[in-house]
């Protein structure tokens, strides 16, 4: 249930006056004031491309070994591996506790990309039955592939996709893992979701250089090519990473209105490369692909790399979530100006005091609001102890 508020005025004399969940040019006399005369008000970060499954991996994920040698082994032995030993109780504990440490890091708005295949029917549903709970913006989708259990696999992510309940805070998209583990009738059929759904694409495209040879060896120029020679990606769909994508590639994804997501901290990790060329986007936002959601060091990340790569393309992805967010959930401006999500948050001396979303009150003082983040946390922490003994079985 959206709500009106009023936060401030700040240290600089703002005040943001929010009704019925968006920013307001005039404040609705009867709402609460928060005030914060030593803080300074900002919108809440947007992290556009993550996955809350990943959320139980800081708390002691065994290594793989030997260790992976390739992207495609870290893939094989950690990633799959860990989404093949999801259950209900372990997603729904990684979910509310990555969702927690995001709220209390400023970020108000997830662009999710799910994927647990002995857990399909259901599971985006727990994600946000967790992002309703604890008050975030949530994009989900299921990365539907074919990688486990073939075509039946597929098309069972396909239809959980359609799955999800959108409310004010919750927008449903529809997800494919990657092009290199679904065949053109998967592709086909994602897009035709996309279209009786009227929404968009969520996929991996050109993160390492394996995606681009496996849609070579299927005759397509690329994964970009191969997608949408497929009729897969309507305008607004959301490509993450491009690492491996040519100039001309990314100017015909912006002329077609598609975004691109990079995702420093994963991409350095990973040793995939640097997308250089996503320089010749403006639709490019920033996530962290699984990482922690404090959007402050993945763009603190990000800043570095590009400074070491030489991209000076790098400053206004972190905002330009806020355009991607704003045409997903229809609203009519970004930042703080009227008409924009009324998702704010309050820095005082470097700390995040107060967070915002939808004209709901989820973190005052520092803490959560309704919930306590210690409590999250005991709880990813015992169920991530019953994830890696299933991981040992795979």
């Known amino acids: 249930m959206t709500q009106s508020i009023t936060i401030g005025p700040d240290r600089t004399g703002r005040t943001v006056a929010i009704v019925d969940g968006i920013i307001a040019e005039v404040a609705d006399p009867a709402a609460p004031v928060i005030a914060c005369p030593g803080g300074e008000i900002a919108p809440g970060a947007v992290c556009a491309h993550t996955h809350l499954y990943s959320g ?44 927690a440490k995001a709220l209390l890091a400023g970020t108000t708005s997830l662009v999710d990309h ?30 539907a592939t074919e990688r486990n259990f073939g075509r039946a696999e597929a098309e069972a992510g396909l239809v959980e996709c359609g799955n999800v309940e959108e409310t004010p805070l919750v927008r449903r998209l529809v997800g494919l893992h990657a092009s290199f583990t679904v065949s053109d009738n998967t592709i086909r059929a994602a897009g035709e979701l996309c279209d009786r759904l009227g929404t968009v694409m969520h996929v991996h495209v050109a993160e390492a250089v394996d995606d ?145 979303v939808g004209g709901r009150l989820v973190v005052r003082d520092g803490r959560l609001v309704g919930s306590d983040a210690g409590a999250i946390e005991a709880e990813a922490r015992d169920e991530a102890m019953r994830l890696w003994r299933r991981m040992e079985t795979l």
Request: hydrophobic share 45%; with cysteine; glycine share 10%.
């Open 212 to 356: 681009v040879e496996d849609a070579r060896a299927r005759g397509y120029a690329g994964p970009l090519e191969r997608l949408l020679a497929l009729d897969a990606l309507p305008p607004g769909s959301i490509l993450a990473h491009g690492v491996h994508l040519t100039a001309d590639e990314v100017r015909e994804a912006e002329r077609l209105g598609l975004w691109f997501v990079q995702n420093p901290r994963s991409n350095e990790g990973n040793r995939v490369g640097y997308p250089t060329n996503l320089r010749h986007s403006d639709n490019v936002a920033l996530g962290c692909d699984g990482w922690d959601a404090d959007m402050t060091v993945e763009e603190a990340a990000l800043f570095r790399i590009a400074a070491a790569e030489g991209d000076d393309r790098a400053a206004g992805r972190l905002d330009a979530g806020q355009r991607l967010i704003a045409e997903r959930f229809g609203f009519s401006a970004t930042g703080l100006a009227t008409g924009a999500a009324g998702d704010v948050v309050v820095r005082e001396g470097g700390k995040i005091t107060a967070v915002v």
């Open 56 to 99: 139980l991996a800081p708390y002691g994920m065994p290594p793989a070994e030997p260790a992976p040698a390739n992207f495609i082994e870290i893939l094989q032995k950690v990633w799959w591996r860990l989404d093949r030993a999801l259950d209900r109780e372990a997603l729904r504990a990684s979910a509310r506790d990555y969702i």
């Open 114 to 143: 799910h994927e647990s295949p002995h857990f399909i029917g259901g599971s985006l549903q727990v994600l946000a039955d967790a992002a309703e709970e604890l008050g975030v913006r949530a994009l989900l989708s299921f990365g």
